[in-house]
């Protein structure tokens, strides 16, 4: 009885049968079974329908449960817009998922395909004369992978310099904290302490932000002029704007200067000044 | 009432059985060890286009700090690197890069499988953690891949250690394993979460519900590596590819299981993977993400392939007998 029992049983799943019957010895594809079995033996039948201890497999079923739910709730949690409730459960399971490199959002070109944004410097030059130059480079970083990797810290680059200044952030600091002192005085204490928290909890961030800006950008800058030996550099964040399709119906090209938007993001120098006509 | 207590108690242990069978039903090898060579080439070749600008991405001096990367992760000491550790010499630098190409290579080809796997996982997600900001959905499916392959028995098929296996006499291919069935559950169950997540946030945006959203990507010059401004002529096909789009993505977390469906599910993965592939120059992502669904691909399957060219997956002529 045994014996037939384990010839039932004797089937791959493979396939995520979800017409499987609950009964765990019950083989309804046979041809999946004939497939498994031809393989093997006949004395290791018995290894097909071989289990693991009941314990093995419960400690097992708790891990993957754990981790499923890591799996599941980094990209819940992040990025914006997220409720605090699934940013909090991924703050308590957050050194795991930091460990086993989970926590991303998957939002692949969500939630719009956007605009590309690119690196534009100036380099002076220690004769005075500028060079200049766009990062990515199609001819220079090659292969295709090589010009992504460098493409997305572009796209890194432009995503750390959006940040409001220092003295608009203060501002809006300051706006908030009046409102916050109007609720103390005149509605409810917790709900004061509460906006408080948040307001340090934002300062923080945009702390971690400007600090995050400067060490990207410095970096990037002093490569650049190592490579080019120079003495000063400016940096640009380039967005090349999506043409639209009646753009593209009356003639525009994605050369056009009205598709590329430049910003100033980053400046650094070794000690050498821009000339009077640079800054025109 | 006793009635709705044996229903319950049936029904738990329906499930108890589900959960077993879906989780532990030991597996053949056979879809996991291609996973491995599919997925070990494109680790192979991710790491060695690092290697193009070692200094650049990991040196001291580089153009990304190790003061950058750790505050993106907020000084998290689990978001670890190796590169940390490494006091910044160029040369041991690209040592150790040589090093973890030869284990990577290891993996790909399936030598110490068992030990290769875990490092290569090691290796995929140290280089990560120290890349941040150079990194895309190319890296994050690398390196689920990289842990699942290491859970499975994904040397137990398409691997030296199979041939050596056999020189030394030892016939019968590996039995099924557990492990082997947890891995392939998980990669299966970590693609549907990326599909859901990926579809879910593109949901939030007007372009995919006005169906512009295809033609966000077919215009963007920094992406596009085959000329579809020809689209514009054709502002139903636009459409009707971003609708198509968004509608398989949302839907493969259900649609993929079924069997009925499941076919059609990964049939529609081929165009668009390799659209992203070859039109929109992300050719490493987009057999990454094809690699990923091979994963639903049962092992019966390949090895009736194998078997019409007069191989197993284990390398031997299958003879006559069967």
């Known amino acids: 009885m045994a014996k037939k029992m384990n010839k039932k049983s004797r089937r791959n799943i493979q396939g995520g049968d979800l017409e499987a019957h609950p009964d765990p010895n019950h083989a309804p594809n046979r041809e999946a079974d004939s497939t498994v079995a031809s393989n093997l033996d006949e004395s290791d039948s018995k290894t097909l329908s071989s289990r693991w201890p009941i314990w093995i497999r419960v400690v097992c079923s708790l891990v993957l449960l754990f981790h499923l739910f890591c799996v599941i709730i980094a990209p819940l949690a992040g990025p914006p817009p997220s409720s605090s409730l699934s940013r909090n459960a991924a703050a308590t399971v957050d050194p795991y ?3 086993m490199f989970l926590g991303h959002g998957y939002r692949f070109f969500a939630p719009n395909p956007g605009p590309s944004h690119l690196i534009e410097y100036e380099i002076l030059n220690a004769d005075g004369s500028v060079t200049t130059g766009r990062y990515p480079d199609r001819d220079e970083h090659w292969p295709r992978l090589y010009y992504h990797r460098h493409f997305m810290l572009s796209e890194t680059a432009n995503s750390v310099s959006n940040i409001p200044p220092q003295d608009e952030f203060a501002s809006q600091v300051e706006a908030r904290k009046e409102e916050v002192q109007i609720i103390e005085e005149e509605f409810d204490l917790e709900v004061a302490k509460r906006l408080e928290r948040e307001i340090r909890s934002d300062e923080e961030t945009f702390a971690q932000q400007q600090e995050m800006k400067e060490s990207l ?3 990037l800058s002093q490569r650049l002029l190592d490579e080019h030996q120079g003495a000063a550099i400016r940096l640009y964040s380039v967005e090349h704007v999506l043409p639209s399709p009646l753009d593209i119906e009356l003639g525009a090209k994605f050369e056009d200067e009205e598709f590329w938007l430049k910003r100033l993001i980053y400046e650094f120098s070794s000690g050498a000044e821009w000339p009077m006509e640079e800054l025109e | 009432m006793i009635g709705s207590i044996q229903w319950l108690r049936s029904y738990f242990e329906s499930w108890c059985a ?3 069978r879906f989780w532990f039903q030991p597996s053949s090898a056979t879809t996991l060890g291609l996973l491995r060579v599919f997925a070990g080439a494109m680790l192979l070749y991710t790491h060695f286009v690092w290697g193009l600008g070692l200094d650049k991405w990991f040196g001291p001096s580089g153009q990304l700090s190790a003061e950058f990367t750790k505050q993106f992760h907020g000084r998290s000491p689990f978001a670890w690197s190796h590169f940390y550790w490494l006091d910044g010499s160029p040369t041991l630098l ?15 080809l399936g030598v110490f499988t068992r030990y290769t796997s875990i490092l290569a996982f090691l290796i995929t997600v140290s280089y990560a953690n120290r890349a941040t900001g150079a990194l895309f959905g190319l890296d994050q ?16 098929a398409f691997s030296v250690d199979q041939w050596i ?33 990926a579809g879910l946030g593109k949901l939030q945006g007007e372009s995919w519900w006005n169906g512009e959203a295809f033609w966000g990507a077919a215009a963007n010059q920094e ?14 096909l636009v459409n009707l590819i971003t609708h198509v789009t968004i509608g398989w993505e949302v839907s493969y977390s259900a649609l993929v299981w079924p069997k009925l469906t499941r076919p059609l599910v990964l049939l529609m993965a081929i165009p668009l993977h390799l659209g992203i592939a070859f039109g929109m120059g992300m050719i490493t992502f987009g057999v990454i993400m094809l690699v990923g669904n091979f994963a639903f691909v049962p092992p019966q399957w390949i090895e009736a392939v194998i078997s019409k060219l007069g191989l197993n997956s284990h ?8």
């Open chain 1, 97 to 99: 998922i930091q460990a």
């Open chain 2, 165 to 197: 296996r056999r020189l030394r006499g030892k016939a019968t291919p590996p039995s099924p394993k557990s492990n082997t069935t947890i891995a392939i559950r998980l990669i299966q169950l970590h693609m549907c979460v990326v599909y859901l997540f």
């Open chain 2, 18 to 20: 589900g959960w077993d």
């Open chain 2, 94 to 108: 690209f040592v150790i890069h040589i090093l973890a190409l030869v284990v990577l290579s290891m993996f790909f």
């Open chain 2, 223 to 236: 992406y596009q590596t085959l000329n579809l401004l020809w689209l514009v002529h054709y502002p139903w």
């Open chain 2, 315 to 322: 390398g031997k002529e299958e003879s006559n007998s069967g």
């Open chain 1, 217 to 219: 950008l410095l970096t």
């Open chain 2, 141 to 156: 499916i690398n390196a689920f891949l990289a842990l699942y392959l290491a859970v499975g028995a994904s040397g137990d």
